[in-house]
């Protein structure tokens, strides 16, 4: 049997000025708050006007998220290594998808055509995205604001870990304030709105 090819459905829409990278997990976990809470968020992200740039797949918290965003008529980037497409099905609906060789390469894209990091509750793939981008807002390879949406204290143990870091003396404060650590979604967007303003008016637009 012929595999389909994979396309972007709505490769018309136009690419926003601004997008959002959000990792998540491919697993809806436990908690409702989350799926809805990430449905919340891409929703919230098409009707600002901003584009969504995600994993690319259609299960847990990545699809839900997506979903949203895409019934709400946004723009929506997908990038995902060739492997994955025969492990997990792509979402359809994108403006934009991009199959890549390596997961190596599908960080350098999402990093590349993004403006800002949003982390919601994930596994193991979600934690090595967040340090993967922590990383080079540390060593300076980009200076784009991350923020880690710290759902009913999903990632207090994980923050924890981190300071004992700092109490040991391999990290310094700077490393520590170089993230945005929220509880509120109310929060999230009104930072998401500042670094937008501000990324229209570097931009002259």
Not at 165 to 190: N, P
Request: glycine share 10%; hydrophobic share 40%; with cysteine.
């Amino acid at each position: 049997m012929n595999t389909p090819p994979l396309i972007a459905d709505n490769a018309h829409l136009p690419r926003p000025d601004f997008s959002v990278c959000v990792f998540c997990g491919s697993r809806l976990g436990h908690h409702h708050e989350w799926a809805a809470t990430a449905a919340d968020t891409g929703k919230a992200i098409a009707d600002h006007g901003w584009g969504l740039v995600f994993g690319a797949g259609r299960w847990g918290l990545m699809g839900t998220l997506a979903q949203a965003a895409i019934e709400e008529g946004g723009w929506v980037s997908g990038i995902i290594p060739r492997y994955l497409t025969e492990m997990e099905p792509v979402i359809k609906g994108l403006a934009d998808l991009q199959v890549v060789d390596t997961m190596v390469e599908r960080k350098v894209r999402m990093v590349d055509q993004s403006d800002a990091f949003l982390i919601l509750p994930g596994g193991i793939g979600t934690y090595e995205e967040l340090f993967e981008v922590w990383t080079g807002r540390q060593t300076g390879s980009h200076d784009k604001p991350i923020l880690i949406v710290n759902l009913n204290g999903f990632y207090d143990k994980l923050l924890d870990f981190v300071k004992d870091g700092l109490e040991h003396g391999f990290l310094t404060d700077r490393h520590m304030v170089s993230v945005e650590v929220h509880t509120k979604m109310t929060d999230v967007f009104a930072s998401l709105r500042e670094y937008a303003a501000a990324a229209r008016q570097t931009n002259g637009s």
